[in-house]
């Protein structure tokens, strides 16, 4: 390893009166366009909701979720168009069906899928026995009379949309023009939701419709300890007792989806004192502007992770290295500036792209970027250059011109960065707090911290021995 002695920790770094103003007028850029988005938001959502209504008039096995306030709120945050999913509940008690769990096809593939069975004794269930969604079970055997099929929800969801967007045009129910055609090519893809365009002034706003069947279920993650530092007391719990999402995994199969509790858990952060979503904010936009070339090229998006095999979509995002960013650094003083709180983010991207590893934050034994097909050397590159220099990407007027200071990392990085691919141990507080001082952003004065960071340094030191 490069160095030889531990240098005292930088509490502020050179050029830090000159630098903080540069975050903070690309933060307001940021949140300039929050106001509209938001106003784009909740009009595209009135007139979908409007649609969803009429489907649930002409099915009423079909719910529509008025509960859940958090998209608008998301969706203010992130800079990207992606498309935003709409969970559309099915009207059943799910704990009177049977879940018949398959066990996951590899080592780490996140959660078992599973198939919904109506038990052979079950009453009130007879809607959910329509052969229009339903499979008669074969086995005289099987405890089911059979199973409600995710391929045929999505069918008979698919045609209720159309008749209900036919309804509400011919009715006048929604402002002309603004309610584009239903794209059910996905479905041909093997793609398990439903795609409605939706105009908003001059905005187009995506909507992945997807059927839902909630459920109770444990997530052991949210009971523990090391999640509790990171988000205010009692709100694990309140999120825990939601329960989980079924939505559809492939043709015969459901899958838990997280969607709604990562959503949960970013809004707790968003409670606390300090950065953490003004972070997460500056960190999609760079995404979206420098390291995707203005999303022309695949890259991280601001759901990443919202994994295929986990949830109903295959997003990469910023969000998930928040929320473990947010249990790495649990005291407020880590984001109490608004350079360091993006900086307490980029050691851990860094990390986890270095290592080719993003645990799922409430599966962690699911690695996020396996079978992601990105090009994570590349995306490597580009972040660790902007937290190297990030003064030319901060840039969005001419009057922020001016010098950019020197790298603040030399070419030794990468091996610290892999450290805990081969000890796990160093995914810990102390290891990041060892790598914020590379890159000169360490501003914590409490002399514990400083002890174990030291400590860190010591033995990487050491191992920097023996490898000469």
């Not at 038990?119 to 405890?143: N, T």
């Not at 043709?251 to 979503?277: E, K, M, V």
């Amino acid at each position: 390893m490069p160095g030889s002695e531990m240098p005292a920790p930088c509490v502020f770094a050179p050029d830090m009166a000159e630098q903080v103003p540069l975050w903070h007028h690309y933060l307001l850029a940021i949140q300039s366009r929050e106001s509209p988005r938001v106003q784009d938001y909740q009009r595209a959502e009135n007139i979908l909701l409007t649609v969803l209504e009429r489907v649930h008039a002409l099915d009423s096995r079909f719910v529509v979720d008025y509960s859940r306030d958090l998209e608008a709120f998301q969706f203010a945050l992130r800079s990207s168009e992606d498309p935003l999913d709409v969970e559309v509940p099915l009207g059943l008690d799910s704990e009177a069906l049977l879940i018949e769990e398959s066990e996951a096809t590899e080592p780490g593939d996140g959660p078992a899928v599973c198939r919904l069975g109506v038990l052979k004794e079950a009453s009130g269930l007879e809607p959910w026995m329509a052969k229009d969604i339903f499979s008669v079970s074969s086995e005289d055997r099987d405890k089911c009379c059979g199973h409600i099929v995710p391929s045929k929800v999505l069918r008979v969801l698919r045609d209720l949309l159309v008749a209900a967007t036919v309804h509400c045009k011919h009715h006048r129910l929604i402002p002309p023009g603004e309610l584009g055609s239903l794209n059910a090519a996905s479905l041909k893809d093997g793609q398990m939701r439903l795609s409605l365009l939706v105009s908003s002034g001059w905005r187009k706003i995506r909507f992945n419709v997807v059927p839902v069947v909630r459920k109770k279920h444990r997530v052991p993650a949210l009971e523990g300890a090391q999640l509790k530092l990171g988000f205010p007391e009692g709100v694990l719990r309140r999120i825990a007792s939601h329960g989980v999402d079924l939505v559809p995994d492939n043709a015969q199969h459901w899958r838990i989806s997280t969607g709604y509790l990562l959503s949960r858990l970013l809004d707790a952060l968003g409670s606390l004192p300090g950065h953490r979503l003004d972070s997460l904010s500056i960190l999609d936009r760079v995404n979206l502007e420098s390291w995707q070339g203005g999303s022309q090229n695949r890259g991280l998006t601001f759901d990443h992770l919202k994994n295929k095999r986990v949830t109903a979509s295959s997003d990469l995002c910023p969000r998930t290295v928040l929320l473990w960013a947010s249990t790495l650094f649990p005291a407020p003083e880590d984001w109490a500036d608004l350079q360091g709180s993006v900086y307490r983010q980029l050691v851990v991207l860094l990390c986890c792209l270095a290592t080719r590893n993003l645990p799922h934050f409430l599966y962690p034994e699911h690695n996020l970027l396996q079978d992601s097909g990105l090009d994570l050397g590349a995306i490597y590159q580009r972040v660790e250059h902007f937290a190297s220099q990030p003064e030319e990407s901060l840039r969005i007027h001419v009057t922020h011109l001016g010098h950019s200071r020197p790298p603040r990392i030399d070419n030794g990085v990468k091996a610290l960065l892999q450290l805990p691919a081969s000890d796990p141990t160093y995914w810990a507080t102390a290891y990041f707090d060892f790598l914020l001082d590379k890159f000169q952003v360490f501003n914590i004065q409490d002399k514990d911290r400083i002890s174990a960071m030291q400590n860190i340094f010591q033995k990487t030191k050491t191992m920097g021995s023996e490898d000469s």
